[in-house]
C-alpha cells in the first residue's frame, strides 16, 4: 500500500514538470526603461538590479529551480505580482501621478523591509539588503518624486530619448 501510494506521488511529480510556467525574459531594450527618463545614481541601480528587477522588470535571471514544479509556478506567481503592480522596465510610460504614488510606495516598501520578498532573499543574499541600502533606495524615490512633482516634464529629455529609440 505505502509503496503503490510513494509511486503515485511520483507520478503526479513527474506530470507536475510538464506544466512549465512562461518565464518572464527579454532582451530587448525598452525605451520607457526608468534609466532612459530619469536620473538614477549607479548604487541604486546595482541596488534595484540586484534586489528589485527580477520581479518588476521584463527579464527575470532564473535560478534552475525555476524548472522543478511547484516551485517555479509558485516562484512565476510572484514575478507576475510583482511587475503587475511595479514595472521598471516601463516606468517612463506612468503619468505624474501615478509615478509619485510609486516612488511612494517604494520608500515605504523600503522603510517597513517588506521587499524584497523573504523567500527570494532565502536564494539571493545579494538582495538581503542592509539598512543603508534601503535607506540609499528611499532616499532616491523621495528625490525623484519631489522633482516630478515640482515639473512635471521632469523627465530627463523625454521626447530626446523616445526619438532616438522610435
Ligand atoms: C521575488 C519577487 C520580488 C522581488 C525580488 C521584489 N518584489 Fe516588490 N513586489 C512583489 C510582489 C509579489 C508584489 C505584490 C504584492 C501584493 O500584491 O501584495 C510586490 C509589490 C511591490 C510594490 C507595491 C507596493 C507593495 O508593497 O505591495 C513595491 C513598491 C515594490 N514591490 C517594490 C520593490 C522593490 C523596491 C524591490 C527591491 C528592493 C522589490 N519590490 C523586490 C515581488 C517582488
Known sequence: MAKKIFYIILALF???QLFQPERNLSSENF???????????????TLLNNACYDCHSNNTDYP????????????????DRGKNKLNFSNFGE?????????LEDIQEAMKKNTMPLASYKWYNKE???????????AEWALMLSKQISSDSTAALNKDAVLDTLN
Open 127 to 137: 538582495a538581503d539588503l542592509t539598512i543603508e541600502q534601503r535607506d540609499a533606495i
Open 64 to 79: 534552475w529551480f525555476i524548472n522543478v514544479q511547484p516551485i517555479g509556478w509558485y516562484m512565476q506567481n510572484k514575478i
Open 31 to 45: 525605451k520607457a526603461e526608468l534609466a532612459n527618463f530619469y536620473e538614477i545614481p549607479d548604487t541604486v541601480e
Open 94 to 102: 506612468l503619468n505624474t501621478k501615478d509615478a509619485i504614488d510609486v
Open 14 to 16: 513527474a506530470l507536475m
